[in-house]
């Protein structure tokens, strides 16, 4: 058996909710009266878009899209495929994305490449966390909730091989 990882608390729930109560007031700012499509990426992002929603007074639809990424563990390859689509017509719409973590910035990018070529009304990015000294690949997060450290991070939806993401905090995976 390999030994129990080591979690320590990086920002608590209640960070959390403070986090997520701001970036809902500026999006509430700038989506009146749209009708956007937010489209989340599973699975990590299934909790933050939860939350978030339920803080918009607006109409909105809600997807998620589901991507691969070969490699597996702790860092994603680059090499990147949509295993789960859209149902919703993305064509002429306000589309924005929720994401759960953007660190080397290659999902991001392809993702939000994919979307672009079907041609939405506007584009924009949502992400609860960024860890920017990782990136491979520039990206304009449009609302952003934490900056982190370089650590890896489980918790409030993000993962460790499919474990933690029922943790209420944002917690550091120690090594
Ligand atoms: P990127 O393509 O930006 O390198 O990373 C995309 C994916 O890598 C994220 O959606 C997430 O699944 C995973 N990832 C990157 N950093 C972390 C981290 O600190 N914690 C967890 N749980 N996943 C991470
Ligand atoms: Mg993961």
Redesign the pocket.
Known sequence: MSPQPKLRILFTRDEIETTVRKLAAEIRKDYQGRRPILIG?LK??FMFMADLIRLLDFPLEVEFIR?S?YGGG???S?E?KVVQGLRSEVRGRDVLVI????????????LLDYLRKKKPASLKLCAL?D?PS???VP?TIDYLGFT?PN????GYG???DEN?RNLPDICI?EE
């Open positions: 990426i990590g992002s991507l990424s702790r860092e994603s680059g990147i994401e759960d973590i953007v660190d080397t910035g290659l999902t991001t990018v392809f966390t860890k990782r990136r491979q990206v982190l650590k890896f991070v489980v993000l993962d460790w933690f995976l």
